[in-house]
């Protein structure tokens, strides 16, 4: 029996490229780590989903340590992890479930975006800073806490460079949107834009945004332009799970991010949860 099981977390695509490269990527996991024992499912748009996944993760195990493999914390982590971890403890009572918290917007994926846009500025040729805008570019969600999060990148990002502007954009949910972005950093005066999409992996939204800068590229021939890629392969994200399993970010108790909120539980009591865009109102703060 395996004292501990690992499962991560994918957030699921409706591009199955994105799913594989998840599968692809525990599978190099296994490899830095082959004496554990590391289970994959997904949240939606795949095969094992997490009812299925947590099921797989108890069998012949004491213990089953999630790990959502998820930028941001909105919707998903916040409501629909924690109510399927709860409804595995009641199918698996011999079996402890705990869960650490999602790749977050920490320093660690700070050194990941700044390598992003290094290598897009050798890609422009290193041109002034002073003249190149720079577009950190998220999925956007309806919860202002995630959003909020690539905020502080976005600002980290201008701390530690001499760029004049590092812009925030999403590609969904909320506002502004790429060309909106785009459209101000040129009146400014910018002649070369680099954008950084903060993704893990590929996908439908990677695609889009792939055709996205191809409009803009013919909208502004005047400005050069610089696309980062997915960079769930990076060998931070790595050692971040790695710090993660250690233990480094583990809550007292097992406990998720809103696991056992007040806010959260009021919401599924009064069917409020919707699949696509939910949001979940704090007057407190987590740790």
Known sequence: MNTTSILLVGHGSR?????????????????????????????????????????????DARQVLVIPFILNAAGHVKME????????????PGVRFACTRHLGMGREILKVLQGQLDRLMSALHVPDPQTTGVILLGRGSSDAGANGELAKMARWLFEDNDFELVDLAFTGVTWPRLESVVQRQAR???TQVAIVPVY??????????????????????????????????????FELLDSKVAGAELPEGGLLE???????????AEHLHDHSHTRCHHEHAHA
């Open 15 to 59: 591009n199955r490229d994105g799913n594989t490269e998840i599968l692809h990527f525990a599978a190099q996991w296994r490899e830095r780590h082959p004496a554990w024992c590391i289970e994959t499912c997904f949240i939606e748009h795949a095969d094992v989903l997490l009812d299925g996944g947590l099921d797989r993760a108890a069998r």
């Open 81 to 92: 992890l924690p109510a399927a971890i709860e409804e595995a403890r009641a199918r698996h």
């Open 188 to 190: 400014l005066g910018m």
């Open 200 to 237: 893990l992996f590929t996908g439908v939204l990677m695609e889009r945004i792939k055709a996205q800068v191809e409009r803009l590229r013919e909208q502004y021939p005047q400005i050069a332009f610089a696309l980062g890629t997915h960079f769930g392969f990076d060998k931070g994200v």
């Open 258 to 268: 809103c696991d056992g909120c007040k806010y959260r539980q009021a919401a599924e």
